[in-house]
């Protein structure tokens, strides 16, 4: 059974940093993109983030671009998402997926890790 | 403001066809690249419900079928069910922004 499990939330002051992990199991995790997806309270999906199935590959939304950084480590079957300067904007639900491998659906997604950032 | 327009909300009784519109541009789903479509039950993450414009992964009934025409995408339901009562988002390409999404669209099931 394929999962994902997100973990690293919590509630930051603006400016501050965050490190979210995905953690993947149930598939051949170094074939697959991964990518990034948030939700903020009572709003629509965002995505945020991509990375590669061997990690060469990071592509950024314009909204975290300077600030965030995605990184993967094959042999622990985990993505990462290093978050820096902080701003009230980016409190939501993050969402790790596994790319489907067509047309970039996603066909797997964790449960979510709620990131709250307030002074 | 989404990249993908989708109406705010539909409604139908429980036994009648609804359709979701997505709507898109030149530098998306009318550059040719295909739709894609979640559900999003309360309080849980989106699934997938529709992959390639109409394509239905193992599990997701045959009462949900999607199209694209053009800049734009549809998704339909037939047979309505309480269950189906939800948030529905369609997701594509975009040459300029990568992954896109629309803004979601709540189905009430009356």
């Known amino acids: 059974e394929v999962q994902l499990l997100e973990s690293g939330g919590g509630l930051v002051q603006p400016g501050g940093s965050l490190r979210l992990s995905c953690a993947a199991s149930g598939f051949t995790f170094s074939n697959y993109v991964v990518r990034w997806v948030r939700q903020a309270p009572g709003k629509g999906l965002e995505w945020v983030s991509s990375i590669s199935d061997s990690g060469s590959a990071t592509y950024y939304s314009d909204s975290v671009k300077g600030r965030f950084t995605i990184s993967r480590d094959n042999s622990k079957n985990t993505v990462y998402l290093q978050m820096n300067s902080l701003r009230a904007e980016d409190a939501a639900v993050y969402y790790c997926?596994?790319?489907?491998?067509?047309?970039?659906?996603?066909?797997?997604w964790g449960r979510g890790t709620l990131v709250i950032v307030s002074s | 403001q989404s990249v993908l327009t989708q109406p705010p909300s539909v409604s139908g009784a429980p036994g009648q066809r609804v359709t979701i519109s997505c709507t898109g541009s030149?530098?998306?789903?009318?550059?040719?690249?295909?739709v894609n479509w979640y559900q999003q039950l309360p309080a849980t993450p989106p699934k997938l419900l529709i992959y390639?414009?109409?394509n239905r992964p193992s599990g997701v009934p045959d009462r949900f079928s999607g199209s694209k025409s053009g800049t734009s995408a549809s998704l339909a339901i037939t047979g309505l069910q309480a269950e189906d009562e939800a948030d529905y988002y369609c997701q594509s390409h975009d040459t300029l922004s990568a992954v896109v999404f629309g803004g979601g669209t709540k189905l009430t099931v009356l």
């Open positions: 997926a596994k790319d489907y491998g067509i047309d970039w659906a996603l066909d797997h």
């Open positions: 030149s530098s998306n789903i009318g550059a040719g690249y295909d």
């Open positions: 390639d414009n109409n």
